[in-house]
């Protein structure tokens, strides 16, 4: 039984069972020469097990290595972002791999010379003129004319083609651009541009001319070839109810005025609150403009949040012009107010000339607090400290702020200025008086807005922050008194209130009243036009506009 224990040795190794012979079966016995036959066959069976064992082995060796290569492979990024970790170890490694598969490329490039394309088709005059006859072309070269599209034989040039004998454009005032160059680069002459210059400023201050203006331009025949066409005609819309010309007389130019008819009656809207009032608003034919003024106006009379329900009602009338020509234009809110079953919960009407609303009582709207003189963050507070110049310690009469040199310095409340100019080491400076015993002071500024008895608001600019006086660089030093004494400026805060008395008090109630007499939408209408505003009737052939239009 050796041999079979060696079977089953390596039948253990491969894991597959030998059968062994059943005892309970008779076995046969053939001496010395059958002994020998079982064994040859036990040395052939055992040499075939021992071989598969190792095709095994060989096989699972390979799996190894193909597995360990794969993982080995995994682990190696040839192509890393090359935007991450710049500079490292497998940032180069992904630009070697860049640079290599570049110069692959370029290396496999069949050649650089330019690709060949196909000879044009050589074709006939009769051909050509085919061609001619499907092509588009102008109607100068008869286009509608059949066939033969193309100049023929008898065809000659002129020495020079005909020009228009009017040339009409459209040129717009920019931003920022004076009317003399936008003349000269609409095509003036530069008397010309000179001439309507002073025509027009004669009628109308040249500064107030907004920025978008457009004027309608109509220039004559040239009086040589190359040289400037003349002006004949310009024409604009100066102001809302002011229109000028511009016209040639024998090559004398004179201004006329056309004065339009407007009319300034208010537009007054009404409408329910519902789910927003500025939609409501907006919905109502209330301009975007107007909305905005209404909700800043009441947000300080009334909170709109929480105490307007979606089946109140809003009241609104604002400045509104009507041109007779059809142009219209919306202004200022004059009247605004909140009802609640028919009971106005909070009216005001904008009066006086500052443009300040007051209540039905009288009583201006109250503004709460200080704003700050300049957008930058303090930098020094009020108390001792050792000054930045002298070198000692001094107390320090007001608060830093930080701000560039031109930076606009505002007022922080209303007030009247009680000086301006140089004033020793706070250098360039405006004193504002508030009233009750309050001033104000900004020092360092580089230039001032203000002079000495002018009246501010809250929020204008009175001067510019710069470095002059005893400081080291650019801000602005902000003090405040009280009769006379220096305090905290960061321990006040105003509360402005305007209140109406006597002779003023009654104009303003009976301005109110005339104000909410309007009817709702009345300004809507369009103005009746007069006989000699109606213009007569234009032909077909004049409504082509081949104006051209300058920028």
Known sequence: MGQLDHLRDIDSQLGEPIDEPKTDEPMLDFGESGARDRSRESKAYSSRRIML?????????????????????DGVDLAPDLAQDIGSGRWFRGLGTMLGLGAVALFLWPDLAPLEARPAMAIDEVARDEFRSHMIMPLALGADSGRQMGAGPNVRALEAA??????????????????DRMLQRAGLRTADAERVEELIGGAIVLDELEPGTRFDIVLGRRDEQGAPRPLEQLSFRAKFELELRVESNNGNLSLRRNTIRVDDTPLRIRGRVGSSLYRSARAAGAPASSVQDFIKAMDGYINLNRNVGSNDEFDMIVEYRRAATGERQAGRVLYASIERNGEPRAQIMRWGEEGIFYDATGEGEQRNGLIAPVPGRMTSRYGMRRHPVLGYRRMHSGVDFRARTGTPIVAVTDGRVSGAGRMGGCGIAVRLDHGNGLATRYCHMSRMAVSRGQRVRRGQVIGYSGS???????????EMYRNGRAINPESVKFVTRAQLEGRELIAFRSALAQLKEIEPGAALEDLEQRPSEIEEPQREIEKLDNRREVR
């Open 53 to 73: 064992k190792r095709v095994s082995d060989w096989r699972a060796r390979y799996e190894d290595w193909r597995d360990e290569t794969s993982r080995k492979l």
């Open 162 to 179: 005909p020009e228009r004998p009017q040339l009409e454009l459209v040129a717009t005032l920019g931003r920022g651009d004076s009317l």
């Open 468 to 478: 002059t006086g005893l400081v080291t660089g650019p801000h602005l030093h902000y």
